[in-house]
């Protein structure tokens, strides 16, 4: 059974009710301490912070905004988190026998993948799967699973390692990040010096549509193709991911922001306000996998998607020929100034087969490897061999091009990461303006 | 001076030990606990598993969130409650969240209502008709239990899509000149699914209860002249008031919380119901307290037909 959120290790700059009651009773008896007995008395769940927090704080950042614990990594702003403890020593050779704890999204990794590496390692694998990000942290959170490797996205990555439930990498166990792995992730902004993470896949958010119903040069041609989602000649046949911050983007850039974490409450409700007027003009439907399942089922003619479930929709089509494949279509803006983001594998606190796990990211971080899974789950790794130019053209293993040529938008670049926004984690107060809009849209 | 009643001395009341309730059946004496030990199961389970849940939901309501992780953190302790999370809500459930509320109740009324005039057809017709037939009947009737209710919901996202069995049957027959959209946010498409979801709920206890009836009182009324439809209106139908009562409980509380039906079926926020409000709260990061105050709202608010219930069952046990 889980503890209670109280009962838990200590954080930086904080202290378990629990943990100073302890202490103070220790405490007493050779001193009694009242300001301690006044902590123990403390309301749950505030913190005491020293004036030097930011100096002792978990990472360096140059955005640290009140009352967040860390520092928020922008795409302006950096963040270096600290070591919280030192990595494993290098040289150590793999667990032998070993089962490789996974921890990851549904689907998300081809189990092909996983069974080469755990036969050149000599080791059994068991995959552990979340639906959600919140999920994913509250199981990491209770402590009591031990996985060896996790696959969160980079804005919970200060919460992570500000709750310690990170290792720090030790880069001698991965190579090929650096002889592989896009420049850019060298030293990515929200993790400078990949202290915790190794990127796992690119992908931008764009419009999924069917090609026989609306041609290429229609949504191309159109001076703000965003607006092809009001077009009621699709009534009942549009769709939007159920995702406060994909849907909400999509609602900023449509009138032109840019800046998707913005905490402003006029654009928030500007957003807000576009999405109800889809409501309104198409009857916008809402879902998660509207995009690589509905399009080709014909559910939907328009949804907004992401690059990697649009390149894995054919897939799903219901007749497996060229001529539905070809019916399936992705816009990103031809600027490449639209949503852009990625994912990480890092490696658990309390993984019980750390040096397997380093062996694990190095191998995900292959070339060859990673090209394979990039195969069967649609999301591009950001590996330096696979020119985006030729990702349309070379054959994957399933003796199709990794992307179709019609959809050269879905091949993600690495100046996307330069030039495209990133949506990253939001300060308490903001994430509820979002949420606010988010439940307004629904109930309206 | 006469002694009169009032200056008699007073007697010394001796204090009886208390005696063990006797059996009236086998003439047994048994401990006071005996009999009431027979509930201790039932209390402890109620205790782990709905009083100490809905104390954590209580105190997720009135507590705070981690500031890390941004996930509830319960506060146990009363005195540390805030309830900043309540009034947030609560201007919500007043303002924004008003629309939901009333379709929410439209949606499960009408629902009901359905639910109702159908199931009690068919609890009657197996109740009184069914014959050698019964148990057959009773195997259907509990058959979609077999499957579980979200394999049926996507059974009938299949059936409903533009080119599915239904519209092709439609557009066949000649009932509509081109496929309908079933899915596209149709509060039809969603009342109808509430329908098919809970009905079995509804037929099993009203087929148990008409199933019981004397036949001997249907007997009667029709001995004293009524005619078929007057005996069921004047006898039936006031003597299954109880189970109806109990079915409409079974299958209304879920129902107002129920929010993948919608999500299956519709996923507009046209259809958008409570248990949908409730459920984006609860998948949202920080939202746990919000969730929280939410179902404590649903709760309140279903403790209305709750205690209607009650005291309808009360009032015809005392009738009895």
């Avoid at chain 1, 497996?320 to 658990?348: C, E, H």
């Avoid at chain 1, 926004?421 to 307004?440: G, I, K, R, S």
């Amino acid at each position: 059974m889980a503890r209670h959120p109280k009962e838990r290790p200590a954080r930086q700059g904080t202290m378990t009710r629990r943990e100073v009651l302890k202490r103070s009773a220790a405490a007493s008896l050779a001193l009694p301490s009242a300001a301690a007995l006044l902590e123990a008395c403390a309301k749950p769940g505030t913190t005491t912070t020293s004036s030097g927090a930011h100096a002792s704080g978990p990472g360096v950042g140059r955005y640290w905004p009140a009352g967040s614990p860390y520092p928020l990594a922008r795409q302006d702003t950096p963040v270096t988190w600290k070591l919280w403890r030192e990595p494993i020593k290098s040289g150590l050779a793999p667990e032998k026998g070993a089962t490789l704890q996974i921890y990851n999204w549904a689907d998300y990794i081809w189990t092909k993948v996983v069974k080469q590496f755990c036969a050149a390692y000599n080791c059994s694998y068991q995959i552990t799967t979340f639906n959600n990000m919140d999920e994913g942290l509250a199981k990491m959170r209770t402590g009591q699973l031990q996985f060896d490797v996790f696959f969160p996205t980079p804005d919970v990555l200060g919460k992570l390692v500000t709750g310690k439930l990170l290792q720090p990498l030790n880069h001698s166990y991965i190579p090929h990040l650096v002889s592989d792995v896009w420049e850019t992730y060298q030293s990515p902004f929200y993790d400078q010096g990949w202290h915790y993470t190794v990127p796992y896949a690119v992908y931008t958010t764009g419009i999924g549509y069917r090609r026989d119903l609306i041609p290429d040069e229609q949504i191309r041609g159109m001076s703000n193709p965003y607006e092809i989602l009001w077009d009621t000649k699709y009534k009942g046949k549009i769709g939007i991911y159920d995702d406060y911050r994909e849907a909400l983007s999509m609602g900023l850039l449509k009138n032109g922001i840019t800046d998707l974490n913005t905490g402003n409450p006029k654009y928030i409700s500007k957003a807000q306000q576009t999405l109800v007027s889809l409501i309104n003009a198409v009857n916008v439907r809402t879902s998660i996998n509207g995009a690589y399942l509905g399009i080709p089922k014909g559910t939907f003619d328009i949804h907004q998607a992401w690059s990697g479930d649009m390149v894995a929709a054919w897939q799903y089509t219901p007749t497996q020929n060229m001529k539905t494949w070809q019916t399936l279509g992705y816009w990103f803006p031809s600027n490449r100034q639209g949503a852009v983001f990625n994912d990480t594998i890092t490696i658990p606190a309390n993984a019980q087969n750390p040096v397997l796990a380093h062996h694990f990211l190095d191998w995900m971080m292959t070339y060859k490897n990673a090209m394979l899974n990039f195969t069967w789950n649609g999301y591009q790794p950001p590996q330096r061999k696979a020119d985006p130019a030729t990702l349309t053209t070379t054959n994957s293993a399933y003796g199709e091009p990794y992307v179709f040529p019609w959809m050269p938008d879905a091949v993600v670049f690495e100046k996307d990461f330069h030039v495209g926004y990133f949506e990253e984690e939001l300060t308490p107060q903001v994430d509820q303006l979002w949420h606010n809009a988010w439940q307004a849209f629904n109930s309206a | 001076m006469p002694d009169g009643p009032d200056s008699q001395p007073r007697r010394r009341l001796r204090v009886l030990p208390r005696r063990r309730p006797r059996d009236e059946a086998s003439g047994a004496w048994y401990p006071r606990w005996y009999w009431p030990g027979f509930a201790l199961p039932g209390t402890l389970w109620m205790l782990a598993l709905f009083l100490l849940p809905f104390y954590v939901v209580i105190s997720i309501a009135f507590g705070t969130v981690d500031p890390v992780f941004q996930s509830p953190l319960p506060v146990y302790e009363p005195w540390w409650w805030t309830s900043r999370y309540l009034r947030e809500e609560w201007g919500f459930a007043t303002g924004e969240f008003r629309a939901v509320e009333v379709r929410t109740i439209v949606y499960v009324v009408l629902a009901t209502a359905i639910c109702l005039v159908i199931a009690y057809a068919v609890a009657y017709y197996v109740a009184r008709f069914g014959g050698k037939r019964k148990g057959l009947f009773l195997a259907l009737l509990i058959a979609p239990f077999f499957i579980s209710y979200l394999m049926r919901m996507l059974s009938w996202v299949e059936l409903l899509q533009p080119n599915g069995y239904v519209n092709s049957v439609l557009t066949f027959l000649h009932i509509t000149p081109h496929p309908i959209n079933w899915l596209a946010g149709v509060p039809f498409t969603v009342v109808m699914g509430l329908v098919y979801g809970y009905i079995p709920y509804m037929i099993l206890p009203l087929y148990g209860f008409l199933d019981r009836i004397d036949q001997s009182q249907l007997e009667a009324g029709r001995d004293l002249g009524a005619s078929p439809l007057r005996t069921f209106i004047r006898v039936t139908l006031p003597l299954s008031k109880p189970a109806i009562l109990a079915s409409l409980v079974i299958v209304t509380l879920p129902m107002f919380g129920d929010y993948y039906t919608n999500n299956l079926l519709s996923g507009s926020p046209k259809t958008t119901m409570f248990g949908n409000l409730l459920d984006n709260a609860m998948e949202a990061t920080g939202q746990g307290p919000e969730a929280a105050v939410l179902v404590l709202f649903l709760i309140v608010f279903l403790m209305i037909p709750m205690l209607y219930y009650m005291r309808q069952t009360a009032k015809a046990q005392r009738d009895q």
